[in-house]
């Protein structure tokens, strides 16, 4: 049996990577905060509409940030479940070589 | 049957608009924008509410009626079949909710003289996304099909009269076929 030893990875690159990541994860979760800021706004333009006509622009903007916003926020959450993970992973590895 | 709140404003509206300046282009485009708001409550989307309708894969609900008649229904279109070519009797204003509907509006080009027997074309096919309105007019230029894109198309279809209470005419374009039967 050929057991696969893990590949020897430099600490500064892990150190870059792990940055790298956080910087990521700062992003996906200042588009959570501003999707939610949008959503709240559109729920409030909702309101004000009522039954009122609206123009295709005014709808798009009600869709895109009422309809699709479970969607939206489920895939960022996705992503910064796995950049949490992973940035765990890069910890892990940066405390073992360091020990 | 009670329309949800928001749909009294709405009949209201529409029907008032319908009995100014009659059904045509430019009142359909109008009632279109109505129906936007309504279109605009992801809430509607809801596949337990849905009856078959077509004898097909596609789904329908009557959301209400206004005081002349006028009726709106919430639809959903499947992507796996187009529903059958078929008319309402009425014209109809479309708004889709959410997804993509390939429209196909269809003329009958014979005398309609001969039981059993159409001979039809397409005079406009067309694919539409959330927000898009579309409409077909009076009889008989009410006959049309629909198939979602890529998934279930959701819409709001405004009639009208409730195109529920008559029967229909279903065609088969290709054996150059029609008949008569009821409307779900």
Same mark, same amino acid.
């Given at each position: 049996m050929i057991v696969e030893q893990p590949e020897r990875i430099d600490m500064e690159i892990l150190r870059d990577v792990a940055a790298d990541m956080r910087g990521e994860l700062d992003r996906v979760q200042e588009q959570m905060a501003? #999707?939610?800021r949008e959503h709240k706004r559109a729920r409030a333009l909702k309101q004000i509409f009522g039954v009122d006509p609206l123009t295709r622009d005014r709808f798009n903007l009600l869709h895109a940030n009422i309809d699709q916003y479970p969607g939206k926020m489920a895939e960022l959450q996705e992503e910064e479940r796995l950049l949490t993970r992973w940035l765990d992973r890069c910890?892990? #590895?940066?405390?073992l070589k360091a020990a | 049957m009670t329309p949800p709140s928001g749909l009294e404003q709405f009949f209201g509206t529409a029907e008032d608009l319908l009995a100014k300046h $009659?059904? $045509? +282009?430019?009142?359909?485009?109008?009632? $279109?924008? #109505?129906?936007?708001p309504l279109a605009a409550d992801p809430d509607l989307v809801d596949p337990s509410r849905l009856a078959a309708l077509h004898d097909?894969? +596609?789904?329908f609900s009557i959301l209400g009626h206004g005081s002349g008649g006028s009726t709106l229904m919430l639809g959903r279109f499947r992507a796996d079949a187009p529903t059958p070519v078929h008319n309402h009797n009425s014209w109809g204003v479309i708004c889709v909710?959410?997804?993509?509907?390939?429209?196909?509006?269809? +003329?009958?080009?014979?005398? $309609?003289?001969?039981p059993g027997q159409a001979r039809l074309r397409v005079v406009d096919s067309r694919e539409l996304g959330p927000g898009d309105v579309a409409w077909f007019?009076?009889?008989p230029g009410d006959i049309h099909s629909q198939q979602g894109i890529g998934g279930d198309a959701w819409e709001l279809v405004y009639f009208a009269r409730d195109p529920t209470t008559r029967s229909r005419l279903y065609f088969d374009p290709q054996r150059e076929r029609v008949e008569e039967r009821a409307p779900v």
């Open positions: 501003e #999707l939610t910890r892990d #590895l940066l405390e | $009659g059904p $045509g +282009a430019d009142t359909f485009a109008r009632v $279109g924008s #109505l129906l936007r097909s894969s +596609a789904g909710i959410r997804g993509r509907d390939r429209h196909i509006l269809w +003329a009958r080009e014979d005398d $309609g003289s001969q007019p009076d009889p």
